[in-house]
């Protein structure tokens, strides 16, 4: 046994055979290594995929769904594996999911997430209005369902003057649509002509909105940064000197009373 002892540790002693051991000892680490990762990568995974084109806004009903192996390397974060997840949420407003394509978290949401769904949860008291716009008013289509913007107004004065300013800040935007009532963005891959804005404010601000749509000014949309986004204040009339301006030109018409009948009466 002493024999075995006293080899073994001239054995180790020797340089040349410690940096054979490591060597060894390395390659052995990189091969055992490599094939881990290389099996793990290629390792089949069966996943949902989309058995049809699915077209925007569309409810995903279990007929629509396949499940297909892909190796998995590609399965990221975004990819949805389990077909619970899938089954009666909506495809996005401006998602197309072809036939074949895995489905994945940002391309499919439930139904109050849809732009339109907004409506259901308008406040009490105020009212949905439609801004006439166009391309280059919308900043390029730069402005997007859930964005803030303000709306200035401008005009010539009776002096002559051009009276310019913020009338309304803090509107969300309901929707964007083109001329044919569709929403610009459900394409991303072919983006329609914005045609109208679409928003709510307090039923005052509506009244306000509308006289100076029919007066001689241009109610102007402005977005703002993703902070005044995430971070919206209060919808309130920025300017009250505009505001005057704008019902000094206009009538205020008394509502009738319900219980009073038609005014006037025929004999």
């Not at 990189?30 to 699915?54: D, H, K, S």
């Not at 005009?155 to 009276?163: A, V």
């Not at 703002?224 to 920025?238: D, F, L, M």
């Not at 018409?253 to 009466?265: C, H, R």
Request: aromatic share 10%; net charge negative; with cysteine.
């Amino acid at each position: 046994m002493k024999n075995v002892m006293i080899a073994l540790k001239r054995f180790f002693s020797n340089k040349n055979t410690v940096t054979i051991l490591c060597v060894l000892a390395i390659v052995l680490v990189l091969y055992f290594g490599y094939n881990y990762r290389i099996n793990q990568a290629t390792q089949p995974m069966m996943v949902p995929y989309a058995r049809t084109e699915i077209q925007p806004r569309t409810l995903i009903t279990e007929d629509m769904i396949g499940r297909v192996e892909v190796p998995k390397k590609m399965i990221t974060s975004n990819t949805i594996t389990n077909e619970s997840d899938i089954l009666n949420m909506y495809s996005n407003y401006n998602t197309v999911i072809p036939a074949g394509s895995l489905f994945y978290k940002s391309t499919l949401v439930t139904w109050s997430q849809m732009p339109d769904s907004a409506w259901a949860d308008i406040p009490d008291g105020y009212t949905v209005v439609s801004l006439n716009v166009n391309t280059e008013t919308t900043y390029g289509n730069s402005i997007f369902p859930g964005n803030y913007i303000d709306l200035y107004y401008s005009t010539w004065d009776d002096t002559g003057l051009l009276l310019l300013g913020k009338l309304i800040e803090s509107i969300e935007v309901l929707a964007v649509k083109d001329a044919s009532g569709k929403h610009v963005f459900e394409n991303s891959a072919n983006l329609g002509a914005p045609s109208s804005l679409i928003f709510a404010v307090p039923e005052y601000m509506h009244l306000l909105l509308r006289k100076a749509s029919y007066l001689s000014g241009t109610i102007i949309p402005v977005p703002r940064n993703k902070s005044y986004s995430e971070n919206p204040g209060a919808t309130i009339v920025s300017s009250e000197y505009i505001e005057d301006y704008i019902l000094s030109q206009t009538v205020i018409l008394p509502e009738q009373n319900p219980n009073q009948g038609n005014v006037g009466t025929i004999d």
